[in-house]
């Protein structure tokens, strides 16, 4: 299925973070980041309505994820990669693989946990990609 534009009541970032809950507890290991699965909601902006069982793909195939902690040495190039000064922020979409991360809910929020080196790129919103 080709990337929708999606019409959003709730910034997509902004239902992430009240979804997940204060992370201020939390310490990710390693270049490892924890990043927050964007669910796709029930409408397009050209009005029509998704399945359930459309939507419910995001949690299983989706790959927009959003950004939410990110270990000490995430992008830090060493001998074995060199990221060639890309680096990503807290806040910021990215896409990668499903099978690059594993499978965490905290809060409400469903979430992966990633390598660094398995972020394939940077993307300007979460409808740019599925």
Known sequence: MPPMKMLHSVDPAEEIWKNVG???G???AGNQILCGVYLRPE????GLYLAE???DEDRHQGKAVLCLLKGPSAFVSDENYDFKNFDVQIGEWIASWIS???KIIIGKQECRVIEDHHV???IPSPDSVF
């Open 53 to 55: 069982t459309t939507r």
């Open 100 to 102: 690059d991360g594993r």
């Open 120 to 122: 394939r790129l940077k």
């Open 43 to 46: 409408k397009t902006k050209s």
């Open 26 to 28: 939390f310490k990710i």
């Open 22 to 24: 204060d992370l201020s």
